[in-house]
């Protein structure tokens, strides 16, 4: 008998009509298939295994079943198309899937996709029989709790960052080699795709992260109050400074300052602050010597920077001794298969917000927000989320006809795609991101079709 399944300790249980479930095993090792077949029908239920996709896809539309333990093996064709396929059944039954090896993006498909639970083998009968009838009763109940089968990633249990995709794979592999340096860093990206959780974690991760990390919103002060924030001042500098007042900097001393939105800053401030990153010092105001500071700066910004050094909005100086490093924080359309995740992560964080109510989310509600156009990006969904907690999972309430209506505001990020680029233009652009052709197309505010296309037509396939 396979070790795949432990029958050790099993005893019958009589069958009645309650529990008499028809299930379907589909398994390529017969050994498993024989050792369910047997262990379940002494927990009552009837068991018919078969061995592939096609025949397990066949008895389903011939006949109906209460569960299916669906192994996942794509080499033998059992992927999770397999399980869409079962759960798109007038009837569909409750689908358990199964397999020896469970990297976190099948888990995560196989759970968007609609099923009940994810067991790896080797796995004992009884935990077989737990989650048939987990799943089975759910699906009476309609009420499956799709998040209670999503497992966090043993690595990503102490990481900020949320998520597996290939972009956040990217992202994490980015951090861990600047975290080692004290590079300046310019963290880029639409609003609201998590440019604060980034920097925390360089901060974690750095050898700084015993020292502060300050954090600037440069958009949120006035530009009279932001140079005395960042900097300081001495008693009696200005009108009401009865004492001195350390400044950002100097709180940052050491560890790491975050100047969030650093295209706000005004261009007065921007020349003292290039010299605070060429002298590591800088004058209080109302100062009379110069105070010497050792802080890695990393600064962030949804704004088109290139397009502001070219027309003097910014020091173009300043922006190259920012942009030591430069870190895209990657839109949450283009890493789906974390939505996921990261619905479980704001669930748990903010499940204060639901009181005594138990918050649960089916298979087709998860699928549903992977569905979405999340232009909010994580912020939107963290903000769907705490609603879900609080006010149920309904649709937002439509305002009242008496309430004004906003106008809708034009996003800062997107613009009308440019159709007027030079060859020399993407040139520049692939040679300033290392020829990451992502990065260099959100650049160029083009798609990366249009990118490769044009890379194409004017043969720049050889970066110089």
């Known amino acids: 008998m396979s070790n795949i399944v432990d029958m050790s300790a099993e005893q019958a249980i009589p069958a009645s009509h309650d529990n008499h479930q028809r299930i379907l095993v589909v398994d390529t090792d017969p050994s498993v298939c024989w050792s369910l077949e047997k262990g379940l029908g002494l927990s009552g239920y009837a068991v018919v295994s078969v061995n592939d996709a096609r025949q ?10 209460a569960g299916v333990l669906l192994e996942i093996m794509p080499e ?39 099923a009940a639970d994810f067991l790896v083998k080797p796995f004992s009968l009884a935990e077989v029989r737990s989650a048939l009838a987990k799943a089975i009763g759910v699906q009476k109940e ?17 990481s900020l960052l949320v ?41 974690r991760l750095s050898r700084r992260s015993e020292r502060p990390l300050i954090k600037v919103n440069c958009s949120a002060l006035p530009e009279h109050l932001l140079e005395s924030e960042l900097f300081g001042y001495e008693k009696g500098a200005f009108t009401g400074a009865v004492s001195a007042k350390p400044g950002r900097f100097n709180l940052a001393d050491g560890g790491v300052i975050f100047l969030d939105e650093i295209c706000e800053i005004p261009s007065n401030l921007q020349a003292k602050l290039l010299q605070v990153i060429e002298h590591k010092e800088f004058m209080k105001l109302g100062g009379r010597k110069s105070t010497k500071v050792d802080v890695q700066i990393i ?35 283009s890493r789906r298969e974390d939505i996921p995740l990261l619905v479980k992560h704001f669930a748990q964080k903010y499940t204060s917000f639901s009181g005594d109510k138990p918050f649960t989310i089916t298979g087709e509600e998860l699928t549903e927000l992977t569905k979405r156009d999340w232009n909010g990006n994580i912020r939107e969904l963290e903000s769907t989320i705490k609603r879900w907690l609080v006010l149920g999972k309904a649709d937002t309430p439509t305002p009242s006809p008496e309430a004004p209506r906003a ?8 613009q009308s795609p440019r159709r007027d680029i030079s060859p020399e233009e993407i040139r520049q652009a692939l040679d300033q991101y290392q020829w ?26 050889q970066p110089r």
């Open 56 to 65: 397990a896809l066949a008895r389903v539309q011939e006949e109906q079943f």
């Open 76 to 114: 033998a064709g059992l992927t999770a198309e397999v399980l869409s396929q079962l759960l798109d059944q007038s009837a569909p039954p409750s689908v358990v899937c199964v397999s020896i090896d469970a990297p976190p993006p099948i888990v995560i498909d196989c759970m968007r996709r609609g």
């Open 142 to 158: 309609t009420t499956t709790n799709s998040l209670d089968a999503i497992e966090v990633p043993p690595e990503l249990s102490s």
């Open 163 to 203: 998520g597996v995709s290939p972009p956040m794979q990217e992202l994490r592999t980015i951090i861990k080699q600047v975290a080692q340096t004290d590079l300046n860093c310019l963290i880029r990206g639409p609003s609201g795709a998590g440019k604060d959780v980034i920097a925390r974690e360089i901060h």
């Open 299 to 333: 600064a962030a910004s949804n704004a088109d920077v290139e397009a502001m050094t070219k027309d003097g909005r910014f020091r173009q100086d300043l922006y190259f001794r920012l942009n030591e490093v430069c870190i895209w924080a990657p839109p949450l359309n």
């Open 407 to 414: 106008a809708k505001p034009t996003p800062t990020t997107k």
């Open 436 to 461: 990451n052709r992502r990065k260099a197309a959100e650049a160029l505010q083009i798609s990366y079709q249009a990118l490769r296309r044009r890379i194409e037509k004017h043969k720049l396939d």
